[in-house]
């Protein structure tokens, strides 16, 4: 079990991903052992699933829940399911929207609805987003840049001065230096979310597309957009796949 007074990368072995971290967030009503899956158990030990759910469904339903950033080879392997098994299983998820599928980069994403959510009798943390496919991702950002010893502040949504524009995420590092970063999805609305920037105190702003096709899209649009030179001069752009490698090897010790 990890211990709360400390830091969650203090628990995580070398070669345990911490995207393969169980995500506690569940309400207390829910009597659930927080070393479920390490005692090789699933929901369906606990309580029988509702009416109409296949067991199988809802030990991946779990899953995705406790673990939304896994990759769908690290669910076959944690799940003990044959491909065809999983495949199955998941097109009974999709086609009755318990969950979205969603691709960054070669790693293909289940993402939990506001349906399975209630299953559990969690609050659904992308109720209010306009892209629930956005904010999953946002939400694992920041997730992922709070795990990097560099930044002591990592604030999602976060207001950009006295105006009403947020960014996606706002990092402050240990010497004080704030920056942005801004996930993107396609190049649709990319200079808006760049000019907001424009006259901030942001020493960089990062745009992150879920491949690296999409990130040099980004890129090109940016420098081909007539933007401020010292805006243009503040703007990095990356993908999904180079900050999960990066994660990774701030944690092989």
């Given at each position: 079990m990890v211990n709360d007074n400390e830091p969650i990368w203090?628990?995580?072995?070398?070669?345990?991903?911490?995207?393969?971290?169980?995500?506690?967030?569940?309400?207390?009503?829910?009597?659930?052992?927080?070393?479920?899956?390490?005692?090789?158990?699933?929901?369906?030990?606990?309580?029988?699933?509702?009416?109409?759910?296949?067991?199988?469904?809802?030990?991946?339903?779990?899953?995705?829940?406790?673990?939304?950033?896994?990759?769908?080879?690290?669910?076959?392997?944690?799940?003990?399911?044959?491909?065809?098994?999983?495949?199955?299983?998941?097109?009974?998820?999709?086609?009755?929207?318990?969950?979205?599928?969603?691709?960054?980069?070669?790693?293909?994403?289940?993402?939990?609805?506001?349906?399975?959510?209630?299953?559990?009798?969690?609050?659904?943390?992308?109720?209010?987003?306009?892209?629930?496919?956005?904010?999953?991702?946002?939400?694992?950002?920041?997730?992922?840049?709070?795990?990097d010893p560099r930044y002591r502040v990592v604030v999602p949504e976060a207001k950009i001065g006295s105006t009403s524009a947020t960014s996606d995420v706002i990092t402050i590092t240990q010497n004080g230096m704030r920056s942005a970063w801004e996930l993107t999805l396609s190049t649709s609305n990319v200079l808006a979310n760049a000019t907001k920037y424009a006259g901030t105190d942001m020493a960089t702003v990062t745009f992150v597309g879920r491949d690296c096709k999409l990130r040099d899209a980004v890129k090109s649009c940016c420098r081909e957009g007539g933007l401020d030179p010292a805006l243009l001069a503040k703007l990095d752009y990356t993908h999904w796949s180079a900050l999960l490698r990066q994660q990774r090897s701030l944690y092989r010790y």
């Open positions: 203090a628990s995580v072995k070398s070669w345990h991903p911490l995207t393969e971290i169980q995500d506690r967030r569940r309400p207390e009503s829910i009597s659930m052992p927080e070393n479920l899956h390490q005692a090789g158990k699933t929901p369906t030990d606990v309580w029988s699933p509702p009416t109409g759910i296949s067991p199988a469904l809802m030990r991946l339903l779990w899953d995705a829940l406790a673990y939304p950033h896994s990759d769908i080879s690290t669910r076959l392997r944690r799940l003990g399911m044959s491909a065809r098994v999983f495949e199955t299983v998941k097109r009974e998820g999709l086609e009755n929207g318990f969950m979205l599928e969603s691709s960054a980069g070669q790693t293909l994403y289940l993402i939990p609805t506001k349906k399975t959510f209630s299953i559990f009798n969690m609050e659904d943390p992308y109720e209010r987003a306009v892209s629930v496919e956005h904010a999953f991702y946002v939400n694992g950002l920041c997730w992922l840049l709070k795990q």
